[in-house]
């Protein structure tokens, strides 16, 4: 839980995944450089965690700060295109919230319809993705995650992680925000 990890190598195993090379993919016609060409990836949508990493863990932190190096080095020299991935981070909250289990859905509802509404007032695009999106879980999937962290994640089953297996509101409710490349 103490292990950072470097983001360029996070950006590096992204790109050798997810992004197409456009030197081997496709022949540019004379003059043009790889910036005339709109930027592709073989994903459409990435979730990771927020730069707060839900409680300060250095290793999600990381994974946030490759990812956005990711897009960075995906959009260098791209102005005018837009970004083929749509990247969601998943949201810290306060250490209350983070407690209180399905009694955080209310809060969390709320606050997506008056996101949502705030939005709405707003000109959108025919092709722009949800702001904000939202899972809740019912008994079964939480049943699921539950089984998915004891089974799983042996070696990260410390006591602590028994509470936060019953009353972490992330084993009962989520909810995601979509960054921009304007907006890192």
């Known amino acids: 839980m103490t ?6 190598k996070i950006a590096r195993i992204l790109t050798s995944a997810f992004t197409f090379s456009i030197k081997s ?3 540019l016609p004379a ?3 790889a910036n ?6 073989s994903i459409d949508v990435l979730i990771t965690f927020d730069q707060r990493g839900i409680s300060d863990h250095p290793n999600h932190i990381s994974l946030y700060h490759g990812a956005i190096a990711w897009i960075k080095e995906m959009m260098k020299g791209k102005s005018g295109w837009e970004c083929p991935v749509t990247v969601y981070t998943l949201r810290s909250t306060s250490i209350l919230r983070k407690y209180i289990s399905v009694l955080d859905a209310p809060i969390t509802m709320l606050s997506c ?3 949502s509404m705030s939005i709405a007032g707003r000109r959108r695009s025919e092709n722009t993705t949800p702001e904000r999106l939202m899972f809740v879980s019912d008994i079964g999937a939480y ?5 998915a962290m004891v089974n799983a994640h042996k070696s990260q089953m410390k006591w602590f992680r028994w509470g936060w297996i019953g ?3 992330y084993m009962v409710v ?11």
């Open 3 to 8: 292990t950072t990890w470097d983001a360029e």
């Open 25 to 27: 993919k496709v022949r």
């Open 31 to 33: 003059g043009k450089t």
């Open 36 to 41: 005339d060409v709109a930027p592709t990836a």
């Open 113 to 115: 319809v008056l996101n």
């Open 143 to 147: 049943c699921k995650a539950q089984k």
């Open 167 to 169: 009353i972490g509101r």
């Open 174 to 184: 989520n909810d995601l925000k979509k960054i921009t490349p304007a907006s890192i």
